[in-house]
């Protein structure tokens, strides 16, 4: 799995897929049982140097809820060195919490936490940024404010790892995505391209829906032909030419066209597509064999 | 990269510590424990005459600290010790912090040394304050008076002050083994009630050894036995066999238990929280 410099990257994958556990073990916290994690060309396990230029949290970030935000600021800034102790207010500033950094963590939001968890990762002035869910257990307004700033940090340069299984923000924020299932990525690359090589769809409705579907189904360069749960006839066809000449086959047969409508696959049904599949393929490899590197440039 | 030194990591686990209630739950203790005896001695007029120094706690404030030093032994101090110690990895398990605080820019193995120095330190402070309130809180209640030694000589009260002192340091060696087995435990199992409580078990444990038919052959090596060998030097001339025997005898415990403890630290995965 490569991440280019710049890319907001989707790190999608139903629950239990894997995710989590190969950030982990791209923080170093865990240790492959096979295979290795890399980030810029740097093994984790060795060296804690292998973590210059990346922050991030995986699940929740955890704070010492019986200090402040801003002392607990201070304190991972201690432990970054350089000069992360100068940015404490500016990252405040950042995520909105200057007017609550002397609260105790213990009685921060939810939210909150997850802002300031961003905040202890700006510290690091990152190169990468690996955030694991940033917005779930956030009410809307939470969700909205985080997906503002990540996308906000994007527009600066920074790159993004952004593990999600909210498609919704995976679609409104990453330019390329890698999809996992049991464990393997089933296909890395860009969002349009996932969405082109799905192939335009369409959906169809007519005054008699059964010669219709008969019709479709014998039509040379339609392919995919399926009953949607809304009553409609999905289809996949070669080009437009094939749904012209099927409108033309519809009208003699008496089928009436009501609806004959084009439709891009959404993320959601492309994720599906691809983590619901029962072939075996996935089976193939660990976690750790499949995120072999994470690559970037600064 | 320019790394942080251990001594800036050091710096906020004690930080760290100042900020936790449990910390002064341990303090609190030094400090009401010593008042309270003093309390005790200055209301009553008889003392514990069945141990060394007890029975001059009425002559000279200098034996009330070494009387406690006696009592404090058998769970008062491996309590306070383990308070802290049992308490310093397990609580970042619990909270989740482990992995906030090892994906910065510091080695595990600065957050070793780091923690385990916060620990030893808080130990050290403990015995020290404890020693500090029990002698001025003596000294207003019986005087700042010479104190017999344990072969009958007398010493005066400058230099029974002076002895005092030199005894909470020899303290301090069962104390800082009694530390690293709670790191030991903090670290295994990764829960602060199970440490505090397996560390005050240990601590037990050795002293009821001692206590069983055919085991007594055993007692100068248990760990329990080292919390006397302060009493080498109320000796005139010192004795100082049971202190060195003391240092290596701690040593041997306190060494694996902080190596394992390492080890274990060094290689484990950080997946909760």
Known sequence: ?298 | MKSPSTATVYRWELRKLRSQKRTYLGLGAATVVPLIFAVAVALQPGGPRDVPFGRYIHDTGLAIPLVLLLFGSIWLFPLITALVAGDIFATEDQNGTLKTILTRSVSRAQIFAAKTLAAFTYGAFAILLTGTVATVAGVIVSGFNPIPTLTGTTVSATEGLGLVAASLAVYLMPIIAIACIALLFSTAFKNSAGAVVGTLMFSLLLQLLTIIPGLGGLKPYMLSTQFNAWQGLLRTPADWEPIIRAAWVCSAYAIPALLVALVIFLRRDVAGG
């Open chain 1, 1 to 298: 799995m490569t991440v280019e410099r710049g890319d907001v990257f989707g790190y999608l994958g139903p629950n239990g897929a894997g995710k989590t556990t190969s950030m982990r073990m791209m923080l170093g916290l865990i240790r492959p049982t096979e295979g290795t994690a890399r980030l810029f060309g740097r093994d984790p396990q060795e060296s804690i140097d292998a973590l210059e230029g990346v922050a991030g949290f995986v699940e929740a970030p955890r704070f010492y809820p019986y200090l402040d935000g801003r002392t607990n600021l201070k304190l991972l800034a201690a432990l970054d060195g350089n000069d992360a102790a100068s940015l404490v207010e500016e990252v405040l500033e950042v995520v909105e919490l200057s007017d609550r950094g002397r609260d105790r963590v213990g009685g921060y939001s939810h939210g909150m936490r997850q802002r300031l968890g961003i905040a202890a990762s700006l510290l690091r002035r990152p190169k990468l940024l690996m955030l694991d869910e940033p917005a779930t257990g956030l009410d809307p307004a939470g969700m909205r404010d985080m997906r503002r700033l990540v996308r906000r940090l994007a527009d600066d340069g920074m790159t993004v790892l952004l593990s999600s299984h909210l498609l919704a923000e995976v679609e409104e924020l990453c330019n390329r995505v890698a999809i996992i299932r049991k464990g393997s990525v089933v296909y890395e690359g860009k969002l349009a391209d996932l969405r082109l090589a799905a192939g335009l769809s369409y959906r169809l409705r007519t005054t008699d829906d059964l010669v219709a579907r008969r019709i479709v189904s014998e039509q040379d360069g339609i392919e995919e032909v399926r009953d949607t749960p809304d009553g409609r006839i999905a289809f996949h066809p070669a080009d437009e030419q094939v749904v012209a000449k099927l409108s033309g086959r519809l009208a003699e047969a008496g089928a009436l066209i009501i609806e004959l409508a084009p439709r891009e696959a959404t993320l959601e049904e492309l994720f599906f597509d691809l983590t619901e599949d029962d072939a075996d393929a996935a089976d193939e490899a660990r976690v750790s064999q499949a995120i072999d590197t994470i690559e970037g440039s600064p």
